[in-house]
């Protein structure tokens, strides 16, 4: 079982680009996103911390620069964009042991921005803020070019059939949206556990001139990522995981 808990870029599985002959894929689908919608039900729990920590860490879109600094509440520290961050346990636990660090986390999956907002109240986190929007649009709209201090995107829908790779979530145009959004010395951080994906985030990362890789190769996992009970599943069953560092030079 893959570990992706998070969501990716374009269509869902059921739904053909084109064909592997050529086709060319519809214009309304060619524009660059960063999720495919998926189903799934908000418990009570998760309801209820719509309702009383929503309007205090939820950041609505809008189509303008946002003040990152009036956003966490003139929090001034450095700031990490979490793109898909599925039911946010891996992000709660990064926000408890960077508490000096500010996480701007976008999420489309309602129950899954349900279940992070259930853990800032759960555990007092004061540095986390979500928009529940496209990430493509916050970094073309909201996020200024040089604003960030990071970027983490772990386990994005790795696509396994080579006629989706397409869709994968790191691409070059991705990526250097990405790069132009970092400050000198930022740094995007990768993570999955599919081998082929692994293998073309090094390629792609690796081609982009805006960034250096931290590493020789695929990166030691940085002590804040955590183990999640999925990754220490298949770690137990043989499985492989990759994390990616690049900074921006």
């Known amino acids: 079982m893959n570990l992706s808990d998070t969501v990716s870029n374009d ?40 309702s ?19 956003t966490f509440g003139g929090r001034a520290g450095p700031t ?25 986390c976008c999420e489309v999956h309602e129950p899954g921005v349900g279940a992070l907002l259930k853990r800032i109240g759960e555990q007092s986190l004061s540095n986390i803020r979500i928009c529940a929007h496209d990430a493509v649009d916050v970094l073309d709209h909201m996020l200024q070019p040089g604003t960030l201090a990071g970027v983490h995107v772990f386990f994005p829908d790795p696509w396994h059939k080579k006629r989706h790779n397409k869709r994968r979530l790191i691409q070059p145009e991705f990526v250097t949206k990405l790069a132009q959004h970092l400050r000198p010395g930022g740094y995007i951080h990768c993570a999955t556990d599919w081998q082929p994906y692994a293998e073309q985030m ?15 190769g695929y990166a030691p996992k940085p002590d804040y990522r955590p183990l999640t009970k999925f990754e220490n599943r298949g770690i137990k069953l043989g499985h492989g995981v990759w994390d990616l560092v690049f900074e921006r030079t």
């Open 80 to 104: 990490v964009l979490e793109i898909g961050f599925g039911m946010g346990e891996a992000t709660a636990h990064i926000a408890t042991v960077l508490p000096d660090t500010n996480f701007f």
């Open 52 to 70: 009383e920590l929503g309007p205090l860490y939820l950041v609505p879109y809008k189509p303008e620069p946002v003040d990152l600094t009036a």
């Open 202 to 216: 090094l390629e792609v990362l690796s081609g982009e001139p805006l960034l250096r890789n931290t590493a020789e």
């Open 11 to 50: 269509l869902p599985p059921d739904h053909d680009e084109g064909t592997d002959d050529g086709a060319k894929p519809h214009p309304l689908h060619r524009r660059l996103k960063s999720f495919v919608k998926r189903g799934g039900r908000t418990t009570e729990g998760q309801a209820r911390a719509f």
